[in-house]
């Protein structure tokens, strides 16, 4: 069942998803070769409750840690370390917290040091990917219109988007109704109204579309071993429209990238 958010649950929700926002702007500061994933993990837990969160993967189905760390192949739940990040990894981190009773939950692939062209390409067009999804998500489209957006921008590089895992719906709990599948068909799937609160979240590999899991339970790699990228927005439905309630402004800031591209979903 889907759960509609009034506009106050909204503004609670902001604040949840602006928690991980902030987050992510701090980590890109940080994520640099000789740094383990492990280390990183306890500077954004810290940081989450010095912002009166409680990290929202931490414990949820078990997950031991803060953060989702998945470098190079793995696609997401990568479970933290401490081998260090080396020049030319990618590494996906997909952070959650949990405030005022609401969950956010955002993810974003940074580049360690200098890599190679067409990893980088991977990176932009996954990014890409994620707005031209978000742009679908508004009153009266379907499900299938946010999958097809994506999936068709993203098969036109090459790439394999990723089918057995997808968005969802957020609120007080971090998976609620709908899926959000990365890929579908126009016109499908259950229709989007005012107040739907969901995180859009392409994964992407270089490659092949297929995963595999590791005997950890966690850990999802791609099949043929190649980069894979993740990014991830929290987007509600106000006036009719696309509102982004989580943003990359803290990234960007951090890693000095100008653009005006989050500007088109903000009332
Ligand atoms: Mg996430
Ligand atoms: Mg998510």
Partial sequence: MIKIKTREEIELMRESALVVSRTLGM??????????????????????????????FLGLYDFPNTLCMSPNSQVVHGI??????????????????LKNGFYGDHAYTF????????????LDVTKESLYVGIREFKAGNRVGDVGFA???????????????LVGHGLGREMH????????GKRGRGKKFVEGMVVAIEPMTNLGTHK????????????????????????VAIVNGKPELLS?????????????????????
């Fill in 27 to 56: 980590l890109a500061k940080e994520v640099k070769p000789g740094v383990s994933t492990l280390y990183l993990d306890k500077l954004a837990e810290e940081f989450i409750r010095e912002q009166g969160a409680i990290p929202g």
């Fill in 211 to 234: 995963i595999r899991q590791h005997s950890d339970g966690w850990t999802i790699t791609t099949f043929d071993n190649k980069p894979s990228a993740h990014f991830e927005h929290d």
């Fill in 80 to 97: 933290p370390n401490k081998k260090p990040l080396i020049e030319g990894d990618i590494i996906s981190i997909d952070c959650g917290a």
């Fill in 247 to 267: 943003t990359f402004k803290y990234v960007n800031e951090s890693l000095g990238i100008v653009t005006d591209i989050e500007d088109e979903f903000r009332q």
């Fill in 111 to 122: 580049a360690i040091g200098e890599i190679d062209l067409e990893v980088q390409k991977l």
């Fill in 176 to 183: 609620e109704d709908p899926e959000m599948p990365n890929y």
């Fill in 150 to 164: 994506i999936q068709d921008f993203t098969e036109k590089h090459g790439y394999g988007v990723v089918r057995e």
